[in-house]
């Protein structure tokens, strides 16, 4: 399993649940919630990092956190190419962990040349309460007022 830590016995300790990152040449957004609760954000403006532990989550909201992850795992991704782009836009990707290790696309938004961008996500109202948690939690947000993920 990936993005695991280990004890000295071989048995798991923590992974992460969550990892996210958006931004542009000049800002970035990084947030991480771990199985143990831990919740990290960095916030990057002009080269000037600052990282951040936000309020350590309880081990039932843990729980509600991998249970949503997934659910979410589960659904079907929506593709949209050819959507306009401007420089200084924003690029970046969220993904989650399944409790049985794997990784799957919340949510990615990537630069395609000729001023254009290609969105990948889960769309509909489970993977929306992810969405809405890290955006609470995030300066640099995932552009959703046109998105079809929304």
């Not at 040449?25 to 919630?33: A, E, K, L």
């Not at 395609?112 to 300066?139: F, W």
Request: net charge negative.
């Amino acid at each position: 399993m990936l993005f695991c830590s280990y004890d000295s016995a071989g048995a798991e300790t923590t992974r992460i649940l969550l990892r996210y990152e958006m931004g542009n040449q000049i800002t970035r957004s990084g947030f991480v919630v771990l199985s143990d609760g831990t919740v990290m954000r960095q916030e990057s403006l002009m080269g000037q990092t600052t990282f951040l532990e936000d309020e350590k989550l309880s081990p039932f909201e843990v729980q509600l956190l991998i249970a949503q992850i997934d659910t979410v795992a589960q659904f079907e991704l929506l593709t949209v190419e050819g959507i306009d782009a401007a420089l200084g836009g924003p690029f970046g990707e969220a993904t989650i962990y399944t409790s049985d290790g794997y990784s799957a696309l919340l949510y990615t938004l990537v630069g395609t040349g000729n001023m254009k961008k290609t969105l990948i996500c889960v769309p509909g109202a489970e993977a929306d309460v992810l969405r809405e948690y890290i955006q609470s939690h995030v300066r640099d947000q995932m552009p959703l007022d046109t998105s079809p993920c929304k």
